[in-house]
DNA sequence: CTGAAAGCGCTTACAG
DNA sequence: CTGAAAGCGCTTACAG
């Protein structure tokens, strides 16, 4: 079908470059000649090939993104905000997911770089370590790092304070009372926003002279939530507060703690990190330190295309996050009640046969 | 950096066409030439451009999908799915979101034909009446439908029987006892889905002797949830039970019954379609029809690519659903108990402040 | 085993 | 206002 614009020229009686120059607007035409494209284009239904023009302009308009999940909505709609942007520039996006495996990122920018995007951006396991980051910057392009801090000082990098931010919801669940407060992440290595978090809640009960008990790795796998909730509430000195590295996993574990019969808040409380709407969709809404998701995408394209543009990389600065109170964060409990095993918990209806 | 295959042959000291044999390994060569150009094409940095080779080759080796959101979880799932047989087959895929828009969801079309995607799959807001659709089929590109069933007997579509499976999931709440069951539906007139998913249901009811009240609509923005679930409870003969047009919807409107004061399942029952993983996390579990997202992708990829290499359309089947109970949905109450009003409810600790 | 040459679909100086 | 020609980075007959 398509035709090319050799198809057009020779239909309109006029050489390629005419119909270049039409079809760009790039140099007046006359009006007939300007009519006779137009019909041709019609008729042929020409559309121009990016892949032709690409290879002359050296410069495909084309933008990667990278990141751990699409699963993860605190992905999801960084990669909205981002393909928001882009779009609107003109722009067309290849996203892929690395699920957290640091070859499949590096493999990922290969692929991209292959297929000659104008910039990058990604969200990596550990910026300090990444050998994704490591061939972006062999090949000269541009690129942006979005969620993960930056590695050195003139990384563009799209994220908030993960230290000062883990640290100051950490001083609001002290506020509550509590003092046994436990720190759960999954994928702890694969993570350094994790890594990052701990750090700031660590320093946040060292400040209030509590020692920080070392943070409790999840597999994310299978029943880990349950696994690790049952352990957890059969310690002897139990926490009273979870603060779970994200949302995901926090409400994973509230659904865990409810089904060992635990209440939330009333004998746990739970707080989380990223701020996704679910999280405030469902009862009691979950505390958790609110991310600009969508507007940090947004930010790194717009970012990433100034670079592209040629615009000097300053450094970046930490962009604005929300410690949200939400009914998961209640007051630390007097006595800690004995929590009755799951099952004997008269509010939930737990049937799970399937047809 | 990165130089192109002149680079190479010039320091190998032999011609393009050997070094884009060695490449793409496509003959025989010496064993001192291949040494030279490995050597070659490692000081240079050398990396092949699809772009150049698209051109030649006259296939990209990219696919496109086009979805709603990848804010719903059953789509982002679908795109994971996608994207992982796609790259296991040597292809890239470019992701589209067209927001519930058919507008742009042609225009994406026209989009990745421009970057000429060697096939396309999309998620349109009606697969009867499709701008999108049209595009495709003009373009000549394999294309097939993901989650909309076919508007024709030769379209590929992998989807599940959205009428029966809502209408079974209709016959599982009518065995619960309940007689007065609502329909919800965000967007409806934006989804073919959620119309034959009501139509399922109406299906149901009318077999059990009921007349079928229209659809409720939400908008899906602001407090759209609550002003439908005050309106519902207040109602004179309120339902017992809400179907919900998908999993995101239901779990919205959970969390507005539970800030109404109303238990779920005991007051209302509430039952979704989706299956999303979140629905399994929270406590009650989310009954629901669970599609099987992530393998749809990976199907619809499957497919498309048979397409792309000449395979005949067979006509498609349904994918197999899952009526999957859950807690969500309970026993229909003898008499509706009185709902107390929204913040009397003792269970829920409602703090929403934010610093 | 290797090379010269054509051509994929475009844009853009250079001329006129 | 318009055209002829070069060239973007590749692959692939055609020769040898």
Do not use: W
Not at 81 to 91: E, I, K, L
């Amino acid at each position: 079908m398509a035709g090319t614009i050799h198809d057009v020229a020779e239909r309109a009686g006029c050489s390629i470059a005419t119909v270049s120059r039409y079809v760009n607007g790039t140099a007046p035409l006359s009006l007939e000649t300007r009519e006779r494209i137009e019909a041709a284009i019609a008729a042929i239904g020409y559309r121009p090939s990016e892949i032709g023009r690409s290879l002359k302009r050296q410069a495909t308009r084309t933008l990667g993104i990278i990141v751990p999940s699409l699963t993860n909505p605190v992905f999801a709609d960084s990669v909205t905000g981002f393909q928001t942007v882009a779009r609107a520039s003109g722009y067309t996006v290849l996203i892929a997911t690395s699920e957290y495996d640091p070859e499949v990122e590096a493999q990922a920018v290969e692929t991209f770089l292959g297929q000659s995007v104008d910039g990058l951006a990604l969200t990596v396991c550990d910026a300090m370590a990444s050998p994704a980051l490591a061939v972006v910057d062999a090949s000269g392009k541009p690129g942006v790092l979005l969620y993960n801090q930056a590695d050195h000082a003139s990384r563009l990098a799209v994220t908030v304070d993960n230290v000062r931010a883990a640290r100051e919801m950490t001083e609001a669940v002290l506020a509550k009372g509590h003092r046994r407060i436990a720190f759960l992440a999954g994928r702890f290595a694969a993570s350094d926003r994790s890594r990052l978090r701990y750090r700031g809640y660590a320093l946040a009960l060292v400040e209030a002279g509590l020692k920080p008990p070392p943070p409790v790795e999840l597999d994310f796998l299978d029943d880990a939530p349950d696994a690790a909730i049952a352990a957890l509430i059969a310690a002897e000195n139990r926490p009273t507060a979870l603060f779970c590295s994200n949302d995901v996993l926090a409400l994973a574990i509230i659904g865990a703690l409810k089904r060992h019969g635990a209440q939330v808040p009333h004998d746990m409380s739970v707080v989380g990190f990223d701020g996704i709407a679910l999280g405030q969709m469902v009862e009691p809404t979950l505390a958790s330190v609110a991310q600009p998701a969508r507007r940090m995408g947004e930010r790194a394209c717009t970012d990433l295309l100034a670079l592209i543009s040629g615009a000097h990389s300053r450094p970046s600065e930490f962009l604005g996050h929300e410690i949200r109170l939400g009914g998961s964060l209640g007051p630390a409990p007097r006595i800690p009640a004995p929590i009755r095993a799951a099952g004997s918990n008269p509010g939930s209806t737990t049937q799970q046969e399937s047809a």
